[in-house]
């Protein structure tokens, strides 16, 4: 059985090589799969796709593509689904911390009937900041999206052909994979795996890139709105019953003095979400004005081992 490896590269010239190497190594142990690679160079700053392209040549079964600027790790893996011909498709990062020896689990585990696997860490190795922002999006992401609530979601992941042939029929310019796999399935399995230390440079999620991922999942969820909904009504039913209390109360004693200052703190806090619900919808438009004008989810610059009549056929 084929099994098609898709990883993202972005200035990854001293790791990628090596994640390449291990992943054959893991295959050439079993002879039920073989393998292929989809590598798709993200806009690197480095040498990136000068590795990629040596890696097509020494290997026919690894595939490059490289994008015409940053869009971006789930929009680059969308590019590299388009094309992928195995059976599984297998999801990693570039960076060594998604390490090969892991990948035996995933297959292992997809024997067991799952549409798709997401690996879990035992110990997540990151900074301390980053796992704090981590589990702060988590918390919002399980409460946002509609998922099956044990199953937790990760950049490690394992899904059939049939997922795959759902999820790239998406084309807003957008992209969260990850839930584009919860809208297609919900037969879905953790496994436990080793997180293993970065072995060059540094994580390419920034803050400004993670809130940009983060916000991207309002292609695929209303309960933002929902909850102004149901907040906003909840303030104007306290407001008016605020207002009733303050006016018998003057009735009743005339003497009692307005309060400026509460009455300010009222108002910022009304106003400051007022124009944080308004902050919400603004994005919502602003992204369907995107997907109308047909911002390009990605577009390939240049391929290497990849065949003249499939590219063709993708891009029709």
Known sequence: MLVSIVIPCYNSEQTIGKVVELSVKEFEKTKDYECEFVLVNDFSRDGTWKVIEELAARYPNVKGITLAKNFGQHNAIMAGLQYTEGEFILGMDDDMQNHPSQIPLFLEKMQEGYDIVFGVFKQRKFSVIKNITGAVSRFLLWHLLER?????????????????????????????????????????????????????????????????????????????????????????????????????????????????????????????????????????????????????????????????????????
């Open 148 to 316: 099956p609530k044990h199953i937790q979601m990760s950049s490690f992941w394992c899904c059939r052909r049939y997922v795959r042939d759902e999820v790239v029929k998406y084309d807003g310019y957008n992209t969260f994979l990850q839930v584009l796999f919860f809208r297609t399935t919900h037969n879905i399995a953790n496994i436990e795996i080793e997180h293993y230390a970065r072995e060059a440079g540094q994580s390419n999620y920034n803050f400004r890139r993670g809130l940009k991922l983060f916000m991207s999942c309002l292609n695929f969820t209303v309960i933002p709105l929902r909850a102004a909904t149901l907040l906003g009504t909840l303030f104007s039913g306290a407001g008016f019953i605020g207002a009733l209390v303050v006016l018998i109360r003057k009735l009743i004693n005339p003497a009692i003095a307005i309060g400026w200052s509460s009455l300010m703190c009222a108002m910022l806090v009304f106003f400051g979400f007022s124009f944080l619900m308004l902050g919400i919808i603004g994005e919502y438009i602003g992204k369907l004005i995107l997907n109308i004008n047909k911002t390009p989810q990605y577009v390939i610059r240049q391929t290497a081992n990849l065949d003249k009549e499939k590219k063709e056929e993708t891009n029709d």
